[in-house]
């Protein structure tokens, strides 16, 4: 069984950094494409940065510019560098990886930012 492993979260002040990673555990294979997402108390999950199959990132309007998604060269590891956090971007985040119709959770690491 393939399972994705998050690390990385934690507390932070307004203005910190933090740097999230996502690697498969067990079998190993490429993913297509990989995907960071977030949910905080009492919202909907919501996309925050995707990598596409070409290596193409797209971001959510609030984080542009601040959050950058990457991935390894095998394709089974995907991270998300945050800087200039903000209380908003307080949230449970959860990496996603696709292949070929299948997808895969991560268990969701905690962020908090304190202001």
């Known amino acids: 069984q393939v399972q994705l492993v998050e690390s990385g979260g934690g507390l932070v002040q307004s203005g910190g950094s933090l740097r999230l990673s996502c690697a498969a555990s067990?079998?190993?294979?490429?993913?297509?494409?990989m995907a960071w997402y977030r949910q905080a108390p009492g919202k909907e999950r919501e996309l925050v940065a995707a990598?596409?199959?070409?290596?193409?990132?797209n971001y959510a309007d609030f984080v542009k510019g601040r959050f950058t998604i990457s991935r390894n060269n095998a394709r089974n590891t995907v991270y998300l560098q945050m800087d200039s956090l903000k209380p908003e971007d307080t949230a449970v985040y959860y990496c996603?990886?696709?292949?070929?119709?299948?997808?895969?959770w991560g268990q969701g690491t905690q962020v908090t930012v304190s202001s």
């Open positions: 067990g079998r190993i294979f490429a993913f297509d494409a």
């Open positions: 990598i596409s199959e070409d290596d193409s990132a």
């Open positions: 996603y990886g696709d292949r070929t119709g299948f997808g895969f």
